[in-house]
């Protein structure tokens, strides 16, 4: 029984994309824009007033909850109802939180749909003080009788995961008294990231260059992505870094002056729960062995080589005496193909047929439901997002602007929703929800999916290396670079752990050493790149997150070997597997569930498939290159 999922709904599934994209200057208005390529909010709630009423019911339920203190020891049947009560409250939670929240995203100047989101919000951490009983109270059941009640009753099978694993977190569920104390801290737990978002997005200032073709530019994120990845004057991407980077720089010692805020909290928490260290406290939860992060660090630590000898390629063909981090996104080719939406939309569904005719026909109606928010229009949020309704369907934010970038955007929110849609068709409420841990799973595969599908239809040497480098950027993004990151959070939580301090210069310092062993001498020494913690915002808010998407993206090339390699005859049960993986939802731990489907994360050998993955990647780049010569 997790109580907590309830009130953790995240407004995205957790993507990187927002990272990659580059905002247009020309958004429309919304109203412009044809129905078909805009998500139908009335599919959840059919007007305000209907989610008015929800919102009224969502308080009565949580009241009605709490009329149950004290009796959940009675019986098997008071834990039933108090299961079932719960799971009614979360699917209306995800109701009436999705429906304002989605109405914000399309135009977040609304500041009448804020107001209700912030109800919602309120109402939610109302509810995490009012239901701090429950779970101290299943624990005073002794684990025997429980184990009895679980047996006998049929109805609880559903609830039977959540209610084991909450037995074996009980070493660190306190007594009622101090859940209730460390309850009125949970708005305090927030503050380091809220401060973060201040500083870093409504307070900054990026100030304004000129280019060398006199073009004036603010360097805010989207353009300084923009630059580096389009201005084939290397003078302007060093510019351009430096004056974004410089913003961080300036303000460096208030940076790590909260990112020790956050190092310090989650040491605090960790203690106060019995925890060894704050890595142990966060992978507790999905029961994940330390030794998996660590595994990781360590592994990618001591394979550096296929991601340096990449970055010397592109100084090659780039044509650069020196090459820096800010020469990483250019394109090594003049390609400017614009994708049309309807396009990319056939090749998703084309590229999805190794996975069977039911997956195709889920990701068409995906297509066709109303599930989809297309184009930027202006007050969009931006970015890119898959977002759960339970009960209803998966919705799927993007900004689709023709790139080739965004051809893989699709793909990937798209794996997100046949994941949600299928963990909601064959779990119940209870265990629908799938962890972080496996979340980018699908996500990735089906980006794989897609790459090798395009490469086999086109024989443009100048296509075939655009895409070739948007997959080994996924690689040296979501794999490498995320990697870099979660070996940077381990070490300077481990600082505050041993009561060490965390400056801007140590800080910087770890930053430094790290990327001296990611890229060698492939980079040259820059100064500003070392605050590059600074503008990390996931590291704020989220610690120990970012690996699990090294860790997904090992699973997903290992699972995409397993099943585009198999013999014929093994193919059908190779991909049952992966899809059973999908359908399981959150029924197990998602170690248990992906070795089912045949991964190892404990192991080394797991990691092998991304290197020799990159190794070929990099090696195909490299003969195209030859044949454009
Ligand atoms: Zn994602």
């Given at each position: 029984m997790n109580f907590k999922k309830i009130l953790n709904i995240s407004p995205l599934a957790l993507c990187i994309m927002p990272l990659l994209l580059l905002s247009s200057t020309f958004a429309q208005n919304r109203d412009e824009i044809k129905d078909e390529y805009k998500w139908n909010v009335n599919d959840i709630y059919s007007n305000w007033d209907e989610w008015q009423k929800g919102l009224e019911e969502l308080e009565k339920k949580m009241n009605e909850i709490t009329t149950l203190k004290g009796t959940l020891s009675q019986g098997p049947d008071q834990l039933l109802k108090a299961s079932q009560m719960q799971d009614d409250l979360g699917v209306l939670s995800y109701k009436v939180y999705r429906y304002p929240q989605l109405t914000r995203d399309t135009d977040t100047r609304d500041q009448e749909v804020s107001s209700k989101l912030q109800q919602v919000q309120i109402l939610f951490a109302k509810f995490g003080s009012a239901t701090s009983w429950v779970n101290p109270e299943i624990l005073q059941i002794p684990w025997d009788t429980m184990k009895m009640w679980l047996d006998d009753t049929p109805g609880l099978a559903p609830y039977r995961f959540g209610i084991e694993d909450l037995y074996r977190q009980q070493a660190h569920v306190l007594d009622e008294e101090k859940e209730l104390l460390l309850s009125y801290n949970s708005q305090f737990n927030s503050t380091p990231s809220s401060i973060y978002s201040e500083l870093s997005t409504s307070d900054i200032d990026f100030p304004t260059i000129t280019l060398s073709d006199g073009e004036e530019i603010q360097v805010t994120n989207g353009n300084y992505s923009k630059v580096l990845a389009t201005k084939r004057n290397q003078e302007d991407r060093k510019n351009t870094f430096e004056a974004h980077y410089g913003v961080f720089k300036d303000q460096e010692n208030t940076y790590a002056a909260i990112y020790n805020a956050v190092c310090q909290r989650d040491w605090a928490s960790a203690r106060a729960r019995n925890y060894g260290s704050s890595l142990e406290a966060t992978l507790e939860g999905n029961n994940i062995p330390v030794a998996v992060y660590e595994n990781l660090v360590n592994t990618v630590k001591a394979n550096t080589e296929p991601l340096k000898k990449y970055q010397r390629l592109r100084k090659k063909v780039l044509g650069l005496e020196k090459y820096y981090s800010y020469d990483g996104s250019m394109p090594l080719t003049d390609f400017d193909k614009e994708y049309e939406y309807e396009d990319a939309k056939q090749w998703v569904i084309g590229s999805v047929e190794p996975l069977g005719a039911d997956y195709q026909d889920k990701i068409k109606t995906a297509f066709s439901g109303g599930w989809l928010d297309v184009f930027e229009n202006t007050g969009k949020r931006s970015g890119a997002y898959s977002a759960n309704v339970y009960g209803v369907h998966p919705y799927m934010l993007l900004n689709y602007n023709k790139t080739l970038d965004n051809v893989f955007t699709l793909g990937h929110e798209l794996g997100h929703t046949m994941h949600t849609l299928l963990a909601n068709e064959n779990q119940p409420f209870v265990t629908s929800s799938y962890t972080i841990f496996v979340a980018e799973v699908a996500s990735t595969f089906n980006e794989a999916l897609l790459l090798d599908y395009l490469l086999e239809r086109t024989t443009d040497p100048k296509e075939r290396i655009s895409l070739l480098q948007q997959s080994i950027r996924a690689i040296t993004g979501t794999f490498y670079f995320q990697t870099l990151l979660a070996d940077f959070e381990l070490q300077v939580h481990k600082l505050a752990e041993a009561g060490s301090p965390i400056t801007a210069d140590i800080l910087s310092g770890i930053m430094e050493e790290l990327y001296d062993t990611y890229y060698g001498d492939s980079y040259e020494k820059d100064e500003f790149l070392k605050v590059v913690w600074a503008r990390i915002p996931h590291i704020y808010r989220t610690p120990f997150y970012v690996y699990q998407y090294a860790t997904c993206f090992v699973s997903s090339a290992q699972l995409y070997k397993q099943v585009t390699e198999a013999e014929s005859s093994e193919k059908e049960q190779l991909v049952d597997n992966y899809l059973n993986l999908l359908k399981s939802g959150g029924s197990n731990y998602p170690m248990k569930l992906l070795k089912k489907a045949g991964v190892d994360?404990?192991?080394?050998?797991?990691?092998m498939a991304v290197f020799d993955r990159m190794d070929d990647l990099v090696a195909q780049l490299e003969k195209e290159i030859e044949l454009v010569k």
């Open positions: 994360l404990t192991k080394p050998e797991a990691m």
